[in-house]
């Protein structure tokens, strides 16, 4: 079973950069592709990215690839979400979350596990 733990997020002003944590303590969590996604207040849950399980595969939404970038240290069991050139509307709680398998990355149902999430404020 795999428990995930986001970390990094918190209040920067425009322009700024933060890197997103995923840890898990899981043994399970080395074989799953994990996907990051974000809610906004009053949204639904959005897909940004996901790395499959090997780091050999990556997809980013075309509407932040030039921003987000994930990354994985297998050693450390931790998947990253680099974020940069932040902007007010990337203000949202973060999300990771694992699965069997890189296919339907995109749907929030197809993911076994998730974590609590981590906020991102963004400041105009």
């Known amino acids: 079973q795999a428990q995930l733990v986001e970390s990094g997020g918190g209040l920067v002003q425009a322009g700024g950069s933060l890197r997103l944590s995923c840890a898990s303590s899981?043994?399970?969590?080395?074989?799953?592709?994990v996907g990051w996604f974000r809610q906004a207040p009053g949204k639904e849950r959005e897909f940004v990215a996901a790395i499959s399980a090997s780091a050999a595969t990556t997809y980013t939404v075309d509407s932040v690839k030039d921003r987000f970038t994930i990354s994985r240290d297998t050693a450390r069991n931790t998947v990253y979400l680099q974020i940069n050139s932040l902007k007010p509307e990337d203000t949202a709680v973060y999300y990771c979350a694992a699965k069997r398998g890189f296919t339907r990355i995109n749907s929030p149902r197809a993911y076994d596990y998730w974590g609590q999430g981590t906020q991102v404020t963004v400041s105009s």
């Open positions: 899981g043994r399970a969590f080395s074989s799953n592709a």
